[in-house]
DNA sequence: GAATAAAAAGAGTTTAAACTCTTTATTTGC
DNA sequence: GCAAATAAAGAGTTTAAACTCTTTTTATTC
């Protein structure tokens, strides 16, 4: 249903949401090592969530990530739309791409059940909804 | 979430329930036509199907593929388990493998949601109910 | 202002799913 | 039993996602 591209940038926006402060940057090293996301691919991603304004970086000697004012309010469907483009919602079941409830595809109606549910789920939760599930040790963001 | 493979494998094996009789085979060529599904790869598919012997086939002149005794009640899961695999149902949404109720990744929960009702319908559903939507015309094998 | 540390960017490689083309095996009808 | 029709099988190619490695740019500190 979701790239593990989105998995990854997801977990990882939470992670600056926790540890990243302006004053206490996370470099991709630190990040790609706690949440086990190879290294340079979690780079690629990272700088896609910086070019949306949805976390801040800077480079040089103690340079890293860190969460802006945008980054504890994002809901996931944002980071979602970065990653998986805004599309993933409309798709039915089947990859039918003419399917719609006027001429639905043998699966439409039971999977836009579900589907709409996440999308709920999506629009609704925020970053730092996550965030504070993970600080409450309800969620966890590795293995 | 489902593979190609399982919307033509699906597709393929209703139009079998409605159009393949033992006295009215339906070949290869009507099928990948008439389904808008490429030739050969729908081939393989069949293969599968006919493998796990939730419709039968014969070779030469007027051969084809045709229901038998199992195809009507097959469950979509079982067609989903010979396309897809029997683990599409626990991977979570993040295809973290070692999230589970006890170890829960930060979208373990909602996901859940979504993805037991689908399995429910998967589990539930057969080849004969879909049948008779297409039938009834509340659903479309086709575009 | 040189050295260094970090993100950003570019250019690949790998892997698996989707798809294509060719050959083989089997059945039927003459 | 030979020709033809059809499914089965084999061996590719294509495409996109996932991942790796290298180079460039920028900021900091001395």
Chains 1, 2 share one sequence.
Do not use: W
Request: include cysteine; glycine fraction near 6%; hydrophobic fraction near 45%.
């Amino acid at each position: 249903m979701f790239s593990k591209t989105f998995g990854y940038a997801l977990r990882a926006a939470t992670f600056i949401a926790i540890h990243g402060k302006e004053e206490k940057k996370v470099s991709l090293q630190e990040l790609a090592q706690s949440l086990e996301i190879p290294h340079h691919f979690l780079g690629k991603i990272m700088q896609d969530l910086v070019r949306h304004g949805i976390i801040d970086s800077t480079k040089g000697p103690n340079g890293g990530f860190f969460a802006n004012s945008r980054t504890a309010q994002t809901p996931l469907l944002d980071i979602l739309a970065i990653t998986d483009g805004s599309l993933v919602f409309t798709h039915c079941a089947l990859n039918n791409k003419r399917c719609n409830a006027a001429h639905p595809c043998i699966l439409h109606n039971d999977f836009a059940v579900c589907r709409d549910g996440m999308l709920q789920v999506m629009a609704t939760k925020t970053v730092e909804i996550l965030a504070a599930e993970v600080a409450g040790v309800k969620a966890y963001l590795v293995r």
